[in-house]
């Protein structure tokens, strides 16, 4: 599948300027007044030069959509008082009927970047990536596709935020590492294009939901809102402040406590670093729906503990252990050995790391602890069937190269690892991983049709081993309907025993016999 993929340059200059009227704090709802209404207000984003309030407002008559409409981005300026004036609609081609959601801006100003949503044929709205908008001749253009390496959300809801300096963008998604619902994860901008989204980790992410992240404008701290740390109602806001110079280690996430949470919902959370105001969303007395609002953050509550110090504890450690274990190889297309670029996930008890390889030379490399006995790598590249292989890792280095079949008409390709009950068709917890897989492939190439191919070994009767098959691939076939994919993508017959791989005179040949393939029937 060819991705379109649309430059962006970036004016790094204005990030945070001064203002030309202060904003005045001393009142917050008289600050907001204009604003919030009966309707629900969320999402609040200062534009670059610190003049203008952007918001989504779902459920007003005057959204594009009407009444029913799930969100327009709205927008108030700053008036000679100090405080916020009167809302309008941001208007096409910025909203539609669908739910409009802003994400941040350029530094300079004149990009904005929104959550993508769109309607299938079939009606139903997903969510479709990330857009941008250019401001030109006095307007927004219509908002174009951004490229985001393996871009991928299975849930209805989608967040995030992009720092100041344009350089990083934070999403809330139900993504390839997602420990539950929705996980935080980060991406950065380079050369154009946006890189693959990368999980926060364990210190962040729980089995709950991680949603609506912001960094701080210096891009130490990460708020965000949970239902997976505790707290005082159905979500409350959070902030936590990196280890060291990566993305995966954090402080102890902390409340931010009663001068923001309540028995709400608090999402949405923004710092105004002139004016030392932090901006959010609450449904604290409101009905229902959100209201912004604002506190003062000059006086906020007491600073995260400093993670440098459990940084440095942790290179002294690993440093008087002295040793590592290399971990490298190369991915290669399986038809022709020729290298690939491919997105790596490598997991082991400690390390959750995304790499990506160059298709120049399809290597990659990365140090494990000295510990490590082995690990699960999760390999994808478009265009490719995904791979998950478990790696067993020894003495000071280990190479393992990973092959990808290329989804090409005819390709056949057995799943390893998709297991039954012995004699039903009832599918083992352990076949979910590699199933997902296969679901994942088809959401990331919407043109490629297969065909399951059902196989046992030849003990028993002929007659119910066809029939049994046959059961597993329809089996097989509902798991990839239930989780989105059309079934008139999908073929399937048993064969029985029909076509064996191997020798059926022993049992450690046979269950090679027993197996799930998918062909590759249109690309």
Known sequence: ???????????????????????????????????????????????????KLYFTRANDSLNIGGPGDKGDIWVSELNAEGFWSEPVNLGRPVNDDLRNYLLGFSPDGKIMFLNQEKRNPGGIIINDGVAYSVYSNGGWSRPVKASVDYFLNKSRHQSGSISGDGSVMLLSLQSYASRGEEDIYVSFYKNGTWTQPVNLGSDINTGGQEMTPYLSPDKRRLYFSSNGHGGKGGRDLFVAERVGAGWTSWSKPKNLGAQVNSFGVELNYFIDATNDIGYFSSTQNSDGYGDIKAHDISVEIEEPPVAEEKFEELVTVIEAAGRTILFSGIVTNGNSSE??????????????????????????????????????????????????????????????????????????????????????????????????????????NPTVKIELLGHTDNQGSSKLNLKLSQERVDKVKMYMTEHGIASKRIKGKGYGGSRPVASNASEETRKLNRRVEIKILKN
Do not use: C, W
């Not at 993929?5 to 204005?14: E, R, S």
């Not at 001393?26 to 984003?45: A, I, K, M, S």
């Open 1 to 51: 599948m060819k991705r379109r993929t649309f430059a962006i340059v970036f004016f790094v200059g204005l990030v945070f300027g001064s203002h030309a009227q202060r904003v005045r704090k001393e009142n917050p709802d008289q600050l907001l007044e204009h604003v919030n209404t009966r309707y629900d207000e969320q999402n609040p984003v200062l534009g670059p030069d610190g003049k």
């Open 339 to 444: 290298p690939i670029a491919a997105a790596l996930n490598i997991k082991t008890g400690e390390i959750d790391e995304y790499m990506n390889t160059d298709k120049a030379d399809g290597k990659f490399e990365l140090e494990l602890p000295v510990a490590t006995q082995h690990l699960i790598a999760h390999v994808k590249a478009p265009g490719f069937m995904s791979a998950t292989e478990q790696v067993a890792i020894g003495g000071k280095s280990t190479t393992y190269d990973f092959s990808l079949i290329p989804l090409e008409v005819g390709a056949t390709i057995r799943l390893n690892n998709v297991y039954f009950q012995r004699g039903t068709s009832d599918l083992l917890d352990d076949s979910f991983a590699e199933l997902d897989q296969v679901v994942d492939m088809m959401e990331e």
